[in-house]
């Protein structure tokens, strides 16, 4: 059995974490979040110490290991995107390994100094990439990987997931603390398509606004054009009509990709994999990074060569200036 500390415990994917650590027959030693709306540590770890404020769940942490003898071997962060660099460094100091979700960091070049605390401690920082357990996902990249060597894919992927006006007041709306829209939404499908489909050859952004994003990229196997937004008003009529709000789509040479199932255990499985040593680290993150930090860079250059249909959408105004 292995004791876990978790950052981030009031957060949407939290649970999962909690889940994952429980199912692979492991320890909640103590938990931190900065809000207290936590009760679903009940259904987990109970007994779990729970704290509202760092500096008492670090010297919580200290005394657990040197009055009672009890020290953590990992810390599981689900907190927001920039504070991802500075809890690693907490676990590693801590002398206990990273379970971080993605984005593991936000540039590149964090990743370049994380790698110098992980010789220092010898200590592993992993990365949750659960699309890359992902049943359906494994057996495409295996279908790619022992089909023809030359064959170029036509691959479009659309991500629409709705969000409220709240979602411009939270960090979520910071792109100095989320990373923006790409970043904050879309990270795991970058990192899903280039690791079946190779290296970046080129990265092409259209359209780049609060609530919506479109562009092109060119991987060593395939051709995609990609599009995401949180605005409800995008989704595809019937999939309003329904009463959705959320609409995910890969289609790869104009075959959707069925992957819709398959979700519920992905981190149990990526918990499984870390524990075995099997998991996905600081270099697997890289790619996805550097994707995603070009992506908020770059200018974009409008609707030119080979662009995602729904960039043709009607832009909308930032909720907040309709409502100033």
């Known amino acids: 059995m292995k004791n876990f500390a978790l950052i981030g415990a009031a957060g949407y994917i939290a649970p999962r974490h909690m889940k994952a650590i429980k199912d692979t027959g492991n320890h909640l030693v103590a938990a931190l979040d900065n809000f207290d709306s936590v009760g679903v540590i009940d259904s987990y770890f109970p007994n779990a110490d729970f704290f509202t404020e760092f500096e008492r769940f670090d010297r919580h942490i200290s005394k657990l290991q040197y009055d009672k003898d009890v020290h953590l071997d990992y810390v599981s962060i689900c907190t927001p995107n920039y504070l991802h660099d500075s809890h690693i460094r907490f676990a590693l100091r801590q002398g206990a390994d990273a379970i971080c979700e993605k984005p593991l960091v936000l540039n590149p070049w964090n990743i370049d100094a994380l790698q110098n605390i992980e010789n220092e401690t010898g200590n592993k920082i992993w990365n949750i990439l659960q699309l890359r357990v992902h049943q359906s996902i494994i057996d495409l990249k295996n279908k790619i990987e022992n089909g023809p060597k030359d064959k170029i894919y036509d691959v479009d992927l659309t991500y629409l997931t709705s969000r409220g006006n709240w979602y411009y ?92 199932g398959g979700f519920t255990d992905l981190h149990t499985r990526s918990y499984e994999d870390i524990l075995g040593g099997k998991g996905y680290g600081l270099e697997d993150a890289r790619q996805a990074i550097e994707i995603v930090h070009t992506i908020r860079n770059a200018k974009p250059i409008g609707l030119k060569g080979e662009y995602h249909p729904l960039a043709k959408k009607e832009l909308s105004s930032h909720p907040f200036k309709r409502n100033a």
Do not use: C
């Open 169 to 260: 007041t939270s960090w979520k709306g910071d792109n100095t603390k989320s990373g923006g829209i790409a970043t904050n939404i879309g990270v795991h499908f970058y990192d899903m398509l280039s690791w079946i489909f190779g290296d970046v050859k080129e990265n092409v952004v259209h359209l780049h606004t609060h609530d919506r994003a479109a562009g092109y990229l060119e991987l060593e196997r395939a051709r995609v054009r990609w599009f995401l937004s949180i605005n409800e008003d995008v989704l595809p009529k019937e999939v309003q009509a329904k009463g959705q709000r959320t609409y995910r789509s890969i289609t790869i040479e104009g075959k959707e990709l069925e992957f819709s």
